[in-house]
């Protein structure tokens, strides 16, 4: 027999480090940080196993980490999946999903209004090697779905950034299986608490682990779950070769932060509810972007909401006398952590109008995206309410 190692074997399936059959010596309560580059091999044989998949271990840090395959393993549970990825951002996700699969000459299909880095890795990446990008109104169902024959995958997010429009996720899911079409979402809006795309036929999730998963503002990680066939060619095509692999103190940090996940999540959705629902009650707001104010196929997938949502002051407001008399709420971009902030769209859309996906499908400059972080519903609403009396104009008064 002569067995040759194979590149997928390389990164085989490793067993958790902790668990049900590998339990810690000390009975650790928290895992261990395994802060390691290599691992090291008693015998000639023992290396060849594992470079020929007999057995399972890690080799390279690279690769695979017993702290970060905790993290793998802890996504996969939560959304459902056969197996996930870390990655060192949630782009770092995107981009290694979405170019495991896509070929030049490729189509791929998606949704105005996406995650304003991920259009720009379409447009500046994506395109250079000649894969056509269709943006579709993701709302409108039926053109996404007459969208999809041809194409090599969807990528969805919904709700979408900026503006939290929803998408039909089971009947996108549906259409894309029927033409053999890759389907993959980005789910850190609702976390896998409030939305299992896998369970509606979605094949791949995404997350920027940075937002809610991690929830602290203390760290920058992606992850991707899905089919083991999936997870397997992301790992053969692109995972080892990108480099961009988490960090095991960082895969620690989100495993530590994700325990918190539910009583964080219970708060985003209600605080957000309440203080959507008086802002939309203003006379200062023309309207709120919230998922809960619609009544699109999109929101029947959803179990609750995330605190990020975003609202148009009317011309009365002026925007920058209203960002800067805020208190209590801060001025900063990113999002799913303690501290409520603001982002105003007008501000964002003087970045790089060339690949700005807020000004190329419209935004209004009078948005602006309010994260509801822990804080009180009725402290932010005081806050809310006395930035509108500082900064609506004369006029009005
Ligand atoms: C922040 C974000 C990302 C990117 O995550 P990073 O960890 O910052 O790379 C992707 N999708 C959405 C919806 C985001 O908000």
């Given at each position: 027999m002569n067995e040759r190692p194979s590149l997928d074997r390389l990164y085989p399936p490793m067993p958790a480090a902790i668990g049900a059959d590998h339990r810690d010596p000390f009975a650790a309560a928290v895992p261990p940080i395994y802060q390691t580059s290599l691992f090291l091999f008693d015998s000639y044989a023992e290396l060849e196993d594992v470079f020929a998949g007999r057995s399972a271990k890690p080799i390279y840090s690279r690769g695979d980490n017993p702290t970060v395959r905790l993290l793998e393993?802890?996504?996969?549970?939560?959304?459902?999946?056969?197996?996930?990825?870390?990655?060192?951002?949630?782009?770092?996700?995107?981009?290694?999903?979405?170019?495991?699969?896509?070929?030049?000459?490729?189509?791929?299909?998606?949704?105005?209004?996406?995650?304003?880095?991920?259009?720009?890795?379409?447009?500046?990446?994506l395109k250079r090697f000649g894969i056509l990008v269709d943006y579709i109104d993701g709302t409108d169902t039926e053109?996404?779905?007459?969208?999809?024959?041809?194409?090599?995958?969807?990528?969805?997010?919904?709700?979408?950034?900026?503006?939290?429009?929803?998408?039909?996720?089971?009947?996108?899911?549906?259409?894309?299986?029927?033409?053999?079409?890759?389907?993959?979402?980005?789910?850190?809006?609702?976390?896998?608490?409030?939305?299992?795309?896998?369970?509606?036929?979605?094949?791949?999730?995404?997350?920027?682990?940075?937002?809610?998963?991690?929830?602290?503002s203390d760290t920058v990680a992606g992850l991707v779950a899905g089919s083991r066939d999936h997870i397997a060619t992301i790992n053969r095509e692109i995972y080892p070769y990108t480099g961009a692999k988490l960090s095991p103190f960082e895969a620690?940090?989100?495993?530590?932060?994700?325990?918190?996940?539910?009583?964080?999540?219970?708060?985003?959705?209600e605080a957000g509810l309440e203080v959507a629902r008086w802002l939309a009650a203003q006379d200062q707001v023309d309207r709120v972007m919230h998922p809960a104010f619609t009544d699109h196929p999109g929101a029947r997938t959803l179990r609750g909401y995330g605190g990020i949502f975003s609202f148009e002051v009317s011309k009365a407001v002026?925007?920058?006398?209203?960002?800067?008399?805020?208190?209590?709420?801060?001025?900063?971009?990113?999002?799913?952590?303690?501290?409520?902030?603001?982002?105003?769209?007008?501000?964002?859309?003087?970045?790089?109008?060339?690949?700005?996906?807020?000004?190329?499908?419209?935004?209004?400059?009078?948005?602006?995206?309010?994260?509801?972080?822990?804080?009180?519903?009725?402290?932010?609403?005081?806050?809310?309410?006395?930035?509108?009396?500082?900064?609506?104009?004369?006029?009005?008064?």
């Open positions: 393993q802890k996504i996969a549970e939560m959304e459902g999946a056969e197996a996930a990825r870390a990655f060192s951002s949630g782009m770092g996700a995107i981009a290694a999903t979405v170019l495991a699969f896509v070929r030049p000459g490729d189509r791929i299909v998606t949704v105005r209004h996406v995650y304003s880095d991920a259009f720009r890795f379409f447009e500046k990446v053109r996404m779905i007459a969208a999809i024959p041809g194409a090599r995958l969807v990528y969805l997010e919904s709700p979408t950034s900026m503006v939290f429009r929803l998408q039909n996720l089971p009947a996108i899911a549906q259409a894309a299986r029927e033409h053999d079409v890759l389907t993959i979402v980005d789910n850190s809006w609702a976390t896998p608490l409030f939305q299992r795309p896998l369970d509606l036929g979605i094949d791949i999730v995404i997350h920027a682990a940075s937002k809610y998963l991690g929830g602290q620690w940090l989100v495993l530590r932060n994700i325990e918190t996940l539910p009583l964080r999540m219970q708060h985003h959705h002026d925007i920058v006398a209203f960002v800067d008399a805020l208190r209590l709420i801060r001025i900063g971009v990113s999002w799913g952590g303690p501290e409520s902030l603001v982002v105003p769209a007008k501000a964002a859309l003087s970045i790089s109008p060339e690949t700005n996906v807020f000004a190329r499908f419209n935004v209004s400059d009078r948005t602006i995206r309010l994260n509801v972080g822990l804080n009180k519903a009725k402290d932010l609403i005081a806050d809310l309410n006395q930035a509108f009396v500082a900064a609506s104009r004369p006029l009005h008064r």
